[in-house]
């Protein structure tokens, strides 16, 4: 007779699991409702939100906020912490206008931007795994000398 209630049994204790599964799947979706519903919102209360203007706007601002977060994503995963990125994107946007304005390389200048980003983070992450440094020191210190070396480039003054 007990053999026959185990399978009641298995299927009660894996009631809560499955309960929370779905708890997990409707949280997961939370963040992409919520962006719907102002989505929805704003095209209801306002005529020019969903206009080309707004939504090119709208791109340009978010591109390289979404190029930092994708980097920002794979250090987290890892474990660590990167507080330079700020100063890397102010780097290498200043010597992308110094190039622009000095040389008049044209769109030539945006892999050489992209190059010294990459040179940036390739430098904090030898001083990370070779020397043992936690990622906080190493992108903290990054973070002063990158934004030294933007601000000696631009004289301080705004790009």
Not at 39 to 67: H, K, R
Request: proline share 4%; charged share 5%.
């Amino acid at each position: 007779m007990e053999g026959v209630l185990e399978p009641v049994k298995h299927n009660a204790a894996s009631q809560p699991r499955r309960a929370q599964r779905w708890r997990a799947l409707i949280e997961s979706f939370v963040p992409v409702g919520a962006l719907l519903a102002l989505v929805v919102y704003f095209s209801a209360t306002t005529q020019s939100f969903l206009t080309q203007a707004n939504l090119l706007a709208l791109t340009e601002l978010i591109g390289p906020l979404l190029l930092v977060s994708l980097g920002a994503t794979f250090v987290m995963i890892t474990g660590s912490i990167d507080l330079s990125v700020g100063s890397v994107a102010m780097l290498s946007g200043a010597a992308t206008a110094l190039l622009l304005a000095n040389t008049g390389m044209g769109l030539w200048v945006v892999p050489i931007a992209v190059a010294l980003g990459a040179l940036c983070g390739l430098l904090s992450g030898v001083i990370f795994s070779s020397g043992r440094v936690p990622s906080f020191i190493v992108t903290l210190g990054a973070l002063s000398v990158f934004q030294g070396v933007g601000l000696q480039l631009t004289n301080g003054s705004p790009v």
